[in-house]
Each structure stands twice: as C-alpha cells, then as structure tokens.
C-alpha cells in the first residue's frame, strides 16, 4: 500500500499527469461494438479492429467515436477520444427524462424516444440503451425501426436528441418567461370554462 502511495505522490509531481486522472473520472465510456477489419494490399490482408464507444457525464452530456487500429485496446483509445471531442449537452426533465417525444434519422436508421415517468427503466435496445446511460436518463421508451446497424442507431439517436427543445430554450427564442410557456394549457383550459359558464 505504502508503495502506491508513493506512486501516487510522484505522479502528482507532473502537471501534465496530475490532470488527466481529474478529467477521466468525469466521464464514464461503454463500448457497444467492435469488429474485426481487414485491408487487401500487395503481400495479402491486413487485419484491425474497429471500436465503437459512446461516452458521456450521466448529467446531460454525451458523444460517440470510432476508432480502428491493429489492437483492440488502441481502437477503443481512438474512439473514446473522438467521442470525447464530439460531446453533445441534452436537457433533461427533472434530470431523468427527455422534456417530450421525438425521432431521429441517419440513412436507413429511424429511432422513435417518447418521455416516460418515474419507475419506467431505460426501455430501449443495445446502442440506443448505452446512448441514454451515459446520457444520465433514468426514464424513456426507445424503438429502433430500420437499421439494426449499431453505427446508424446511434447516429440516429444523436440526431434526435440534438432537436430536443427545453422549456428554457423555447423561452428564451419567444422572449417569453419559462413560467409562461409552461402554464399555458393550464390558462386555456380556464379560459374555456369561463366562456362556457
């Protein structure tokens, strides 16, 4: 034990070191898919691995990657970078759910999210499921109608997660008050007793 202890202090020597393990921490990775590739040259076929991580905060943050290499390890070095560097913010309701339903499209892939209450579970298939845990949702049904390609799904995913609109957004694009938007149908629906009455 004293040993690590030890390392741990000479690695918080160098700067450069000391604020990686801060950064890495933030961020939680899951690889979805890997797959074995190959390249025909002069001498014959070279083989390599391509990755795909997803990667993101669980607190409303979230990008893929893609990485090929000779190594498994190096691959999913590669794509976890990537996908660091292509993160994406998403408001979530209550820190839980997406704020209304929606669809995303990548070439064949076509993804249907709808909002959830407290208690329903991520429901959703592989890519999709590892988008919304690293996302930080708690509560969504998810389907995939179209591709099955973990690639275009989780574009697709992406794609409808980006047109999300936030009750703070819509406010700030009206020039209105979050509090406005939010009780409007409450205000119509008096509205129409009154008229009735």
Do not use: C
């Not at 708690?138 to 995939?144: E, G, M, P, R, T």
């Not at 047109?163 to 406010?171: G, Q």
Request: a positive charge.
């Amino acid at each position: 034990m004293a040993e690590r202890d030890n390392r741990g202090g000479n690695r918080g020597g160098n700067d450069r070191r000391d604020n990686r393990p801060e950064e890495n921490p933030e961020f939680a990775d899951r690889l979805v898919a890997i797959n074995r590739v190959s390249k025909t040259v002069k001498g014959g076929k070279r083989f390599g691995f391509a990755a795909l991580v997803v990667v993101g905060d669980q607190r409303g943050r979230v990008g893929f990657g893609k990485g090929k290499a000779k190594e498994v390890p190096e691959a999913i070095r590669k794509a976890t970078e990537q996908a660091k560097r292509s993160m994406i913010r998403v408001a979530l309701k209550d820190s839980r759910t997406l704020h209304h339903d929606m669809e995303g499209r990548h070439g064949a892939g076509k993804v249907v999210m709808r909002t959830a209450v407290a208690g329903t579970g991520i429901i959703a298939g592989g890519p999709m499921r590892a988008v919304f845990e690293m996302l930080g949702i708690q509560d969504i049904v998810a389907k995939s109608i179209g591709s099955a390609n973990p690639y275009n799904m989780i574009r697709a995913t992406i794609d409808g997660l980006k047109h999300e609109a936030s009750p703070r957004s819509v406010a700030s694009r009206r020039g209105k008050k979050v509090a406005e938007i939010l009780r409007k149908p409450e205000t119509e629906a008096a509205a129409s007793e009154t008229v009735e009455a």
